[in-house]
């Protein structure tokens, strides 16, 4: 049997000190963005998964005076899997690594890499975009000794913009000669673009009683409404897991994390999520998301990447707020989702929650819009354990003193029942403030 | 044959101080909304229509110190055609307008009302909010001696409240009494809410020699993504036009006008749009928009509305930019219409040009969320002349001095060839900017 333990909730120790001070966050020549109110305590400890070592160092993309590119080395033998944005203007990087992945077999003698860069998405840049693409994985292989096709890339900044490559590959010697299995943290922190904080999130289970651990990280704070995956993560395990069923659980996972998030309805061209499984824990190699050790290892892993979703709201540009909308009672879930979603992306519910308005009406309103089934009179709505309005009706219950020291919280709850059938749906979004317009309205210039 | 003038551009004189003046387009207690920089000039001169009249009065509904009733009475043998949003949480007046027009010949031989309050949506208030609509449309009924089928109500403000019926009921009578075929404009102003100018348009034409007019009038400026009809509009004609013609005229300019705007992305549980005819002008009645009449009418109505609903856009809360999306190549007109939509509901976007940058890779990412078809190599992109990205790359001409020196303008035209097909379309947004959050993120406290 297998137990899964949130590692970061028993080790978090202290805010991240590192994290309030970093000033490596913002483009060259701005001031420093605040970090989030709505960060974690801390960045967790990241355990060291057998098979994996990252380094990350300065190439001056974009940023000054911050890591800016990242490489971790994945040992041979491992298992790699991917999710990408669905976009359709997707990144050179996104490209090239979907392209990648299907031409593996899914798990490598010769191991893999990922080589991430910040300050530049190498989106919309031609055919150049892909020759840089090319000349990274060159770089990136010459230097561990593996073949080009079994490097990934990805790239996230400003889209447009043609990428220095020579930067990049310039710098991956040195990184390759410093990689370290206990870098997790440094690898996190250099993807971010206009985070405030490191995401990092961590699991530890036992499969036929040998401990196996799943840590990743991520990055993610605007352009965030993924639609596959969201804008960065990598997830490690030390289990053994076979490729198709490695891809299996990713995609699963990835549809109640990242694909549950929005901060502003906006899709990235870059969205990638890898998940490697070097195998180094010794168990039978688990070939289904079904058997028991399946299920074990897959709840784990959607804690780890729940976790991951939640931290990039919780850092949604200029969010003060963290609301779960839940809706239940739909006809079916796809209709569940479509509320939650038209309720998540509402800049007017999005904008009350900001102002710390208990305005179910706006909830009402973006319930009307969504284009699912609802009949007014079938439909409640609650403000955490607080009922607002039922039957078509504010309920009689309704207290607006309560409901606004209700508003005043940091983590809110939107309930929608529609009344209607079993279909339900969980969307993390945050409210939307005077900061996001600040951060996106000169973010280029 | 038919000429069409816009009497609103030649009549136009002066900046209307009046509506600069304005304090009732606030919530009692608040400080007023400055009037919109994108404001027209000028209200136009409303012609009088033969066979409408209007009043207004101040009912308290809300606001304080300022009119929030208009009443307008249609004479006996008008045709009047009607499109409401598609909402599933849809208001008790737009439920009783939609029954009301679908019961009626479409032309009634004892004319009709249209009552219209503001400061309350009259939406999600169940059994009474129905009832209150009945009490209203008894009480103009009574005061006009029509049927109250014939009368059609709409009610715009706060959702979820109880509508207070009686202060409106109260009023009606004192309204019948000053019924005046000159003051539209009294009208115009009293539907307002966030509005910060009133919202008129002008268009006359000949039919087989004799003159006709058209005007219009219309209210919205958040909660703006009309899906069938905006937030209120009500246009008027002494044209004589068979009840069929006229709806069908006025759902296809309504695709083209009301339903090609948006301000938010949020759709009105009450948007509502009415239009009568009362043959007053005695042409022989248009039966068709196909015919030749038909089409000198239709292009003049469809003037009237787009002028109504660029106005909307222009008065979008918080705007300081009016901005077109104009969409071509595409597979398909649906392509195209889901391009526009996506960039101009697009937040990040919608801050760049708040911003005044020229930031066209969230163009590309609109484009590629959009979920039409696109090709990155094909996808030209221009703000108004200037062509930034083609090929899949930067333009060869692309200067960046030029494109924030355009981007400093008011009025500004996106244009996006996908280079797919011939698919087109056009929508009308805003920027998004500080303004926006703070009208609405205290709207109702």
């Not at 420093?32 to 305590?41: E, H």
């Not at 509402?346 to 819009?369: C, F, H, Y």
């Amino acid at each position: 049997m297998a137990k899964v333990k949130d590692d970061k909730k028993k080790k978090a120790k202290s805010k991240d000190k590192a994290a309030k001070k970093d000033k490596g966050t913002k483009p060259a020549g701005k001031a420093p963005l605040k970090v989030s109110p709505l960060a974690p305590a801390s960045f967790p400890d990241m355990p060291v998964i057998d098979g994996v070592r990252f380094a990350a160092g300065e190439a001056g993309v974009r940023y000054l005076n911050r890591t800016d590119v990242m490489l971790a080395e994945i040992a041979a033998g491992a298992a790699i899997a991917g999710v990408f944005t669905r976009s359709a203007t997707r990144s050179a990087a996104v490209l090239d690594g979907q392209a990648k992945l299907a031409a593996l077999p899914g798990k490598s003698k010769k191991g893999f890499a990922i080589v991430v860069n910040s300050g530049n998405a190498n989106t919309f840049t031609g055919a150049r975009g892909a020759s840089d693409v090319a000349l990274i994985s060159e770089a990136a292989a010459a230097a561990l000794k593996i073949p080009a096709a079994h490097v990934f890339t990805s790239s996230t900044g400003v889209i447009g913009e043609p990428l220095p490559a020579d930067k990049i590959t310039t710098i991956l010697p040195v990184l390759a000669d410093g990689l370290d299995a206990g870098k997790a943290a440094v690898a996190a922190r250099a993807i971010m673009t206009t985070d405030t904080f490191p995401k990092g999130a961590v699991a530890t289970l036992e499969i036929e009683g040998k401990p196996v651990k799943i840590a990743g990280f991520a990055k993610g704070s605007g352009m965030i409404a993924p639609d596959m995956a969201t804008m960065l993560g990598y997830i490690f395990t030390d289990a053994a897991v076979t490729p198709g069923a490695l891809q299996a659980m990713l995609q699963a996972a990835t549809n109640r994390s990242f694909n549950a998030v929005t901060v502003d309805s906006d899709t990235s061209t870059s969205d990638t999520v890898l998940l490697a499984a070097t195998g180094k824990a010794g168990n039978t190699p688990i070939a289904s998301g079904r058997s028991a050790e399946g299920r074990a290892f897959a709840k784990a892993l959607g804690a780890v990447m729940r976790d991951l979703a939640l931290q990039i709201v919780r850092d949604g540009e200029g969010a003060t707020k963290l609301v779960e909308v839940q809706v239940t009672g739909a006809k079916s879930a796809r209709d569940a989702d479509r509320v939650a979603r038209a309720i998540a992306n509402s800049p007017l519910v999005k904008t009350a929650i900001a102002g710390q308005d208990p305005n179910w009406g706006r909830i009402v309103m973006a319930v009307g819009k969504s284009g699912a089934a609802a009949d007014r009179d079938l439909l409640t709505i609650r403000f955490g354990d607080l009922v607002v309005a039922e039957k078509g009706w504010r309920s009689e219950s309704y207290s607006e003193a309560e409901c606004a020291a209700y508003m005043k919280g940091q983590e809110l709850l939107i309930g929608v029942d529609l009344g209607l059938g079993r279909g339900t749906a969980t969307v993390w979004t945050c409210d939307l403030t005077h900061a996001y317009i600040d951060i996106n309205a000169d973010y280029r210039s």
